[in-house]
DNA sequence: GGAATTCATGAAACCGTTTGCATGAAACCA
DNA sequence: TGGTTTCATGCAAACGGTTTCATGAATTCC
């Protein structure tokens, strides 16, 4: 590989006019420039951006650390970020952490030795004080999708608390008045703000708040299955399920079915996320969308600009950008 | 942030001895490197990896090139690459090519600045010759899921032809005699061999070929969905529908159905892949599974046995993994 | 006890760029 | 014509590590 002494040698000039000529300064002669672009081409010279990442102190990278990426919305989150980085120039590492500290704390050490320019957490947690610490350090970070509120993270996200109590309201001016709702990792901020949303609009409502009706994450999927199943063996037959993520919602539906009960005849089904699967349901599923592609591309544009400030020294205000959510209506919902 | 220099001063030794006692080579006294450990950790120093892949020539970095992460299959197999790459201490960088030529090509140009160790392929056409180029230069390459076969790439795929042959020929045996099948992108291998696969299968039962059940990939989904629908208007009527994808047997299932057909009952339908959404379907798709997960890993595997025969001179000759499918039969096939 | 060996350590070169500063030629002005 | 300005160019110092080689002290051996 031919690195720019070679380059200077063949032209007959020095690195620095290479340097200076490839890089469009104004100071090089348009002959001298000419004769290193055709000495550059024959040599089929690409300049080594490790050592223009040495020297510059920046490396035009930056990580998106994600749960999973088998997880649906990911995939768009990804798209987003992707698209708008590749529009700047930055290529994007991808870190999946499995949902394990362990290797997330991992990702975190490594980029700390300067790899990456900035880095999009969506796996936040309340507990992730190593991510905390990392700002603390003046590293470049914008959280999406999950979020933890309190302390000045910079952040794109919905307001679950809004959509949530939205959805449900939907639901309960259908005629639902016995409202289940199966939640997610209750850790998470994203869901503790769902189940808040779905209380306000009970509230709203006048319904009183039923705890038999609230089914817990433990467990896997077979657990919330015969929840479900158990809800109306029991005596406590809802006439709908709130569902606080889609792949819950599918399994809701499955143990719907498996027991015999019509959707939404007998039972309304609502979803959360609008994942591309929904549509595609026997019945297909009514449920709030999240804009997760434009989620993306925002996260990566305000990193962008965290990075450029940092670089200029100017201070940056971290802010929580909510976007907007929109109840898509399906069949599994009366 | 602090660096060697600012570890040596402060453990009182110079930046060679820190060097050494951090990557535990065995020249370093039992006690300085006891004050150099305790001197790194209250300066909280880590080192510039940029710098090191600089002096190393080697990044520990390597891309994955793909059409889309939003295409089903490629999250496994991005699954797959990414923690047989966190084993080996390698990250992974993202390329989404969105199936364009030109963003390809960048991402491919991009890679030749020394970036990276090497890269997995997973959107090799025939024409790839930027590709080619590339392998000739010495760049390790690892191509997955798509091939193109005659050329000496290192590769990890599925026999194509041999799992569609066994797929329809449990059509057959099941009763099927007219087979329709849906083809994917006409350029790429895989579709030609599972095609191939299908006539073979046909050939082998004493089947006629039938031009007028063969159904090209022009046109979008739309166009899919019409042209199934259009052979029962048109008398021809199949008996099954052997789709060379799952996206596209899930467009085949929504036609039939809209159309009043049942499913199996009428026809059957089988699919190729096996996405994760194909068991949630009504009814689940009887489809081809391949081990996209460990396809992943296997291709990482073998570029990293390329990339290290690369650093000590040695040479490695590629060859063809062709890794096992497995016919999953569900409720779409009689 | 002196020569040979072992061992920890430091100085300096190197990886391939960019860039501040010095230099020298050409152009300009009085 | 001589001094100043402009401009293209080169030299050398960074960036932050690793590694070769030299050095000098401590240990071993006869």
Redesign the interface.
């Known amino acids: ?1 031919n690195n720019i002494k070679d380059v200077a040698r063949r032209a007959g000039v020095s690195a620095s006019t290479v340097s200076r000529a490839l890089s469009d300064k104004t100071c090089v002669s348009e002959q001298t420039r000419a004769r290193i672009l055709e000495a550059a081409a024959e040599l089929n010279y ?6 223009k ?2 020297k510059m102190g920046r ?1 035009n ?1 930056v990580a ?1 650390i994600i749960p ?3 997880n649906h919305i990911f ?2 989150i ?2 987003g970020v ?2 708008e980085a ?1 529009r700047h120039g930055i ?6 952490t499995d949902e394990n500290d362990a ?1 997330e704390k ?1 990702y975190i ?2 980029l ?4 990456v320019d900035g880095v999009i957490v969506g796996t936040m947690k309340p507990d992730s004080d190593h991510i905390r610490r990392l700002r603390d350090e003046g590293f470049p970070i914008v959280l999406t999708s999950r979020y933890y509120g309190d302390d000045g993270f910079d952040t794109v996200a919905v307001d679950n608390f809004g959509a949530a109590r939205g959805a449900v309201d939907y639901l309960i001016r259908r005629g639902c008045r016995r409202v289940a709702v199966a939640l997610g990792m209750s850790e998470l901020n994203i869901y503790k703000d769902r189940f808040a949303g779905y209380r306000q609009a009970l509230a709203d409502a006048g319904i009183p708040f039923d705890e038999a009706l609230v089914i817990p994450d433990a467990g896997g999927s077979d657990e919330l299955y015969f929840r479900v199943q158990s809800l109306f063996s029991r005596g406590l037959a809802p006439d709908a399920v709130f569902a606080t993520n889609d792949p819950k919602a ?1 399994v809701v539906l ?1 143990a719907l079915r498996d027991a015999g009960l019509r959707v939404p005849q007998d039972v309304s089904v609502l979803g959360f996320d609008n994942i ?2 929904s549509a ?3 019945p297909p599923l009514t449920t709030v969308s999240q804009p997760f592609y434009r989620m993306g591309a925002l996260a990566m544009k305000k990193l962008i600009c965290q990075i450029e400030a940092k670089e200029s020294g100017e201070t940056y205000a971290p802010r929580v950008n909510l976007m907007d959510t929109e109840l898509i209506v399906r069949k599994s919902t009366r």
């Open positions: 590989m690409s300049p080594n951006i490790i050592a990442s040495l490396t990278t998106l999973s990426i088998r995939p768009e990804a798209c992707e698209d590749r290529t994007v590492i991808l870190c999946n290797v991992e050490a490594k700390r030795t300067q790899w599918i499955r591309e699967l595609m349901l026997e």
